[in-house]
């Protein structure tokens, strides 16, 4: 096997946390006078939560201090945690928990590698820890994708070379990430776009043709 290691991506590859993210965004922009949409969310993905905001910011052509800045991060979190109360174990599909599974079976070591500091919390949710050995989030790393830093972490805690490490990502972002840190990719809806990444997947169970 070419592969010993996999790295995936959580929110947009394990879960799809995108309506939440934009619904918390969306309502904190709206308290702010600031315009927010689809497109803008798009944007986020893989992005780290001041990162985020900071493009929200930069889109409307404005300056928050830094209290300011960390005032609306604060409570765009504590609008998204609500929110994050809603996810339950449906929310990992079968798909997704029967190919992690299998992989494991066949030998590979797993990991999650995400920039989200709710990465822990969504997890317990999901009940999604158990097919891990190793989940390095944004609480364990100082730059976020497009830096390479959480896959480099992922790939020392697996014990595996980044050359037989392959990261599985949604966001363009984390495709670029995955190459800084010496890893090929496998890219799924918004980072399926031929080009991007190593590999692309139609859907989550495509990687086992890849892998194995
Ligand atoms: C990533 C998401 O997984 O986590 C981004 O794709 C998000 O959209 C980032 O901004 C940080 O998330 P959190 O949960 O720490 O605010
Ligand atoms: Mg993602």
Redesign the pocket.
Known sequence: MKYQGLIF????VLCS??RY?YQAWKQLADEEGLSFDWEM?TK??????R??FEIILSENGKKFSEDEIERC?TI??AY?QKLLEQITEDDMSSEVRETLVRLKEAGLKLAVG??????G??LKQLDGNKYFDEIV???QITH??PDPEVFIKAGERLGVPATQCLVIE??P??VQAAKAAGMDSAGIGAAAEPGLATYQLGRFKDLITYVL
């Open positions: 991506d959580l929110d947009g946390t995108d993210h969310n986020l993905r893989g992005v780290s939560r990162e985020s991060i765009k979190n998204y995400s920039s989200s500091k709710n990465a919390l969504i989030d944004g609480t976020s994708k949604d966001a972002s984390g």
